[in-house]
């Protein structure tokens, strides 16, 4: 296990979406840009003390919310957190709600994905590198341990949650259509997103947990009755509700045992062989990244 700032152990990482791209009230121990394999991370990762516990966390649309979906570098993210000890990772995002019962101002803990996103490189095992290709078992994408204790932290506050639901990936920025939303609709999904993919597999290629405190911000293409989703309804919702969210991720890294482990899918030794590949510069990690584009997601 790494440790950082006087011997303090990283064990959990929180990945913010839209709207929440600072951890207000926490104590700042260390602000740091690391060089991955993989290019750049979306931004500087902050090591913050949280309840007791020192947390890893990182804006995943960068600062300003400058990183559209499809360009985030969900690998380096991903592959930084783990660098630095990181077990278990939180996320929260922004979502819409496809079908009654995931109104707006709704939480979810998501326990299903159905990708529908294109262009993502979504695995560390692509056969370019010393492991080859390796298949991960991702039948059930999200921790079972992670979710409980987000759903602890919602019942104790009383906030309106639905207990699971599953999450259609797409690759945004734009929108649905209203045919493209019934259509997932019939496939089953209950919320809306552009960036739930690929990060829990790609934590789990890691052997990191990972759960996401989904916050339905609109009703997609007005399903319900109400007006089509814009970007100005979608911030609108998320600044109200940043409290809620920041508490709840909060309550949820206070009651996680020191000893949480995540279920370890991928062969140790593939994962350690990942971790050990060298790190170009900082020169070199440039020339790998992306280009940042102002836009807003979910």
């Not at 309106?160 to 609709?185: K, L, M």
């Amino acid at each position: 296990m790494k440790q950082h700032e006087g011997g303090r152990q990283v064990r959990i990482g929180i990945i913010t979406g839209s709207g929440t791209e600072r951890l207000p009230g926490a104590q700042v121990l260390a602000t740091m840009t690391p060089d991955t394999p993989y290019g750049p991370t979306s931004g500087p990762i902050t090591l913050a003390e949280v309840s007791g516990r020192t947390v890893a966390f990182l804006a995943r649309h960068g600062a300003g919310h400058s990183l559209p979906p499809q360009q985030i570098n969900y690998r380096a993210n991903l592959w930084a957190l783990k660098s630095l000890g990181v077990e278990g990772i939180i996320s929260s995002s922004a979502v819409g709600g496809l079908r009654p019962g995931y109104a707006p101002e709704t939480f979810v803990l998501t326990n299903q994905l159905i990708d529908r996103s294109t262009g993502r490189i979504d695995t560390y095992f692509d056969g370019s590198r010393p492991t080859g290709v390796r298949h991960l078992p991702a039948s059930d994408p999200f921790c079972s341990t992670l979710r409980r204790h987000l759903q602890q932290a919602l019942t104790a506050r009383g906030l309106p949650f639905q207990a699971q639901g599953t999450v259609v990936v797409i690759n945004g920025p734009r929108f649905s259509t209203r045919a493209e939303s019934a259509w997932y609709v019939s496939g089953g999904a209950d919320i809306i997103s552009m960036t739930q993919y690929p990060e829990p597999v790609l934590a789990a290629e890691l052997n990191m947990g990972f759960a996401n405190l989904a916050y339905v911000t609109d009703s997609d293409t007005g399903h319900d009755g109400s007006a089509p989703v814009t970007a100005e309804a979608v911030f609108g919702r998320l600044k109200a509700a940043q409290p809620h969210i920041l508490a709840v991720l909060e309550a949820a890294v206070s009651t996680l045992d020191e000893g949480y482990r995540a279920p370890q899918l991928m062969d140790p030794e593939a994962v350690r062989i990942i971790m050990d590949q060298p790190v170009p510069g900082p020169s070199a990690n440039a020339a790998l990244g992306f280009e940042p584009a102002p836009a807003v997601s979910r």
